[in-house]
């Protein structure tokens, strides 16, 4: 079986979506991918980050994570977006790299692509599955191919959300249930996007 590409790319601010972004890293490459672990510009102007010391030390934290390119994602046979949830909504970091896709849209270079997704936010309602579906509305536009984790392994029982994993910021860093689930759903993308590779007939 051809190795499969997976690009996973992602915002945090705090740390807790860099957290789950590793975990995603380690079940895909488990599962035998090759992967590139990446977060996306950070656009908040120093003063913002200034009022919250943990944001400030996660930026010091993360430096040395690669920034996530075109490049990264023309490359992926898969990619996994990560974000807090900002009013229901992806942060804007994500939104502004997602925003720059549009040459590799016109080229049809993102069609085909296996793509999920997963969240935080700060309180359980905070908006995380609408969250997910907001990704859900570029991916059906790129003409991705969605994977969710479903309930289709007991953890998912326990952390209950079958559009993505999902973390409860307000209750401390993610715990290992979480954690699993985040292998899970990279795992289950890395299976998807393989048997597609291999059925796909090889180009000239």
């Known amino acids: 079986m051809d190795s499969v590409n997976v690009a996973i790319i992602y915002y945090s601010a705090t740390g807790n979506v860099h957290t789950l972004a590793k975990a995603c890293a380690e079940g895909a490459e488990k599962a035998g991918a090759t992967v590139r672990l990446r977060k996306v510009r950070e656009l908040a102007p120093p003063e913002a980050v200034a009022t919250n010391p943990a944001w400030a030390k996660h930026i010091e934290d993360s430096a040395d994570v690669t920034e996530a390119t075109l490049e990264d994602l023309g490359w992926a046979d898969a990619v996994l977006f990560g974000t807090p949830t900002r009013f229901g909504n992806p942060a804007s970091q994500l939104r502004a790299f997602i925003e720059t896709t549009g040459p590799l849209w016109a080229q049809g270079k993102l069609a085909g692509?296996?793509?999920?997704a997963f969240t935080a936010s700060n309180t359980a309602h905070g908006g995380q599955e609408s969250t997910i579906l907001a990704l859900a509305n570029?991916?059906?536009?790129?003409?991705?191919?969605i994977v969710p984790p479903g309930y289709t392994d007991p953890v998912q029982f326990k952390t209950g959300n079958p559009y993505g994993t999902s973390h409860v910021a307000g209750q401390g860093a993610p715990g290992e249930d979480t954690l699993q689930s985040a292998r899970?759903?990279?795992?289950?993308?890395?299976?998807?996007?393989?048997?597609?590779?291999?059925?796909?007939?090889?180009t000239v």
Do not use: D, E, M, N
């Open 184 to 202: 899970h759903q990279a795992q289950r993308v890395v299976q998807t996007a393989a048997a597609l590779k291999a059925g796909r007939p090889a």
């Open 138 to 145: 570029t991916f059906y536009h790129w003409g991705g191919i």
């Open 113 to 116: 692509k296996v793509c999920s």
